[in-house]
Nanobody, 118 residues
Framework: VQLQAFGGGLVQAGGSLRLSCAASGHTFSGYTVGWFRHTPGKEREFVAA????????NYADSVKGRFTISRDNAKNTVYLQMNSLKPEDTATYYC????????????WGKGTQVTVSS
C-alpha cells in the first residue's frame, strides 16, 4: 500500500489548511486512518483518526475543536481540515493505516510539511 499525504504549506497563524491522504491501488475499507505529526527533536504525535467503516473519529486534545478528520468513500481519500492554526501546529504531517489500532500502524505515507507563521 502506498500512501501519500499532501496539501501542506505555509500559512499564517489563524489560517486554515486541508490535508489529503490517498492510497494507490488499495482501499481504506476495513482500516482506521490516522494522522500524525512530527517535529524534529520531539516525539511523533497522534493528531486524529477515523474508522473507515462507520466514520467514528478521535482527536488529540491539542487539536479538538480546530481540526476535523473526514473521509470521501468515492475518492478513497481522508482529509484533515485544520482551522485556527497555531505556530505549534508546525510539523510534518503523516497519514497511516491500521487494521487493528492497538497493534500499531501497518502502513505509513510520506509526510507533508505544515508551517504556521506567527
Amino acid at each position: 500500500v502506498q500512501l501519500q499525504a499532501f496539501g501542506g504549506g505555509l500559512v499564517q497563524a489563524g489560517g486554515s489548511l486541508r490535508l489529503s491522504c490517498a492510497a494507490s491501488g488499495h482501499t481504506f475499507s476495513g482500516y482506521t486512518v490516522g494522522w500524525f505529526r512530527h517535529t524534529p527533536g520531539k516525539e511523533r504525535e497522534f493528531v486524529a483518526a477515523i474508522v473507515w467503516s462507520g466514520g467514528r473519529t478521535n482527536y488529540a486534545d491539542s487539536v479538538k475543536g480546530r481540526f476535523t478528520i473526514s473521509r470521501d468513500n468515492a475518492k478513497n481519500t481522508v482529509y484533515l481540515q485544520m482551522n485556527s492554526l497555531k505556530p505549534e501546529d508546525t510539523a510534518t504531517y503523516y497519514c497511516a493505516l491500521a487494521w487493528r489500532w492497538d497493534d500499531g500502524m501497518d502502513y505509513w505515507g510520506k509526510g507533508t510539511q505544515v508551517t504556521v507563521s506567527s
